[in-house]
């Protein structure tokens, strides 16, 4: 259907359904278009506030209209003359959804759940047990669990089993702590399901005696006091987490293009015994440098580096917290931002 009948407006910005206006899918349940110009565009399903006013003394429900229904309606009342301006409206309304959806592009959506990481030894090394209590999702037994932060390149492929009433996401300690560099005092692990058949159910009985022996551990009387100096040291270690995780990503992503998936095991090799170093200098007091782990050998400058990103990988490592300008084609921009690629002969921008 393409509509071009214009909206009797309330107020100027309320309106009743009715067939053939840009509302015309909700009076009718049919998709509607509407002729721009030369184009056909399709009207979107109105999705527009509910509200209730007075009219000549009668209570009635109406829509609150706003964009892009109520552009499209200003373009039918419109005379030619006036089109072109309601034209440029549209458009400039249209960049603006874009921008923001390209904002919020910061998750690619998988099958999978995410918990803190609880190391238990009574799970077996391999398996990841995820407690429901809460969740209305439905496993399958396959898949892989990546600890968060990560510090490893090794993700756990792991069978998947569910605990009734429990909240968290148990894990072998050896496959936590050993393999993942991870603990359970606030790590996140992310369950992944791939295939298979539907997880099962697993009762998790636990009693002290076989998680724990108290009987050979020291407590110590009396604690130690840390120099300034030491925790002052300590705290520049912990800060340097964030940028290494940075520089993590970018040295995966950018020999990526060159060497393939081999980058980001070799990219998070280097992490993981810097990521120890730093956790040990918040504790020791210890310097850590950044440099002695080898990040940033073999990359240009961090200037030449942002303009070698393809448009869309520019755009989030670069300037996330910024509208995005539209010099390229959004679209190609989201492309690239997913694509995360590097161009290493430059992109002139």
Request: charged share 20%; hydrophobic share 45%.
């Amino acid at each position: 259907m393409i509509v071009n009948v214009p909206l009797n407006l309330i107020n100027g910005i309320y309106a009743v359904p009715y067939p053939r206006t840009v509302l015309h899918e909700l009076a009718t349940g049919e998709p509607a278009q509407i002729m721009i110009g030369n184009r056909l565009v399709d009207i979107p399903k109105p999705d527009l506030p509910v509200k209730e006013i007075m009219v000549d003394g009668v209570r009635m429900k109406v829509l609150l209209v706003g964009p892009p229904w109520s552009l499209f309606n200003d373009y039918l009342i419109a005379s030619e003359q006036e089109r072109q301006n309601v034209v440029k409206q549209i458009e400039a309304w249209l960049m603006a959804a874009a921008r923001r959806k390209l904002l919020q592009a910061s998750a690619m959506a998988m099958p999978g759940v995410m918990s803190y990481a609880i190391g238990l030894p009574i799970v077996p090394q391999g398996e990841v047990w995820i407690g429901m209590r809460g969740l209305n999702v439905h496993p399958a037994s396959e898949g892989f669990a990546i600890r968060w932060p990560i510090a490893s390149s090794n993700p756990l492929k792991c069978t998947i089993k569910l605990v009734r009433d429990r909240y968290g996401i148990f894990v072998n300690d050896h496959d936590l702590v050993v393999d993942r560099q991870g603990d359970s005092d606030g790590d996140l692990l992310f369950v992944v399901w791939t295939g298979g058949k539907p997880a099962e159910y697993v009762d998790m009985e636990i009693s002290l005696d076989r998680i724990l022996e108290l009987s050979d551990v020291e407590i110590p009387d009396s604690v130690e006091q840390v120099d300034p100096q030491s925790l002052a040291n300590g705290h520049a270690a912990k800060s340097l987490v964030g940028i290494a995780t940075w520089w993590t990503w970018v040295h995966a992503r950018y020999d990526y293009d060159r060497y393939g998936d081999i980058a980001w095991a070799e990219a998070y090799d280097r992490y993981t015994p810097a990521i120890e170093a730093m956790m040990d200098g918040r504790k020791t007091g210890e310097s850590v440098s950044l440099s002695q782990f080898g990040f940033g050998k073999d990359l240009p400058n961090l200037v030449t580096l942002i303009n070698m990103a393809l448009p869309g990988v520019r755009q989030m490592v670069a300037t996330r917290s910024r509208a995005v300008d539209f010099n390229h084609n959004w679209r190609r921009l989201i492309r690239d931002y997913w694509s995360l690629r590097w161009a290493p002969e430059g992109v002139d921008l």
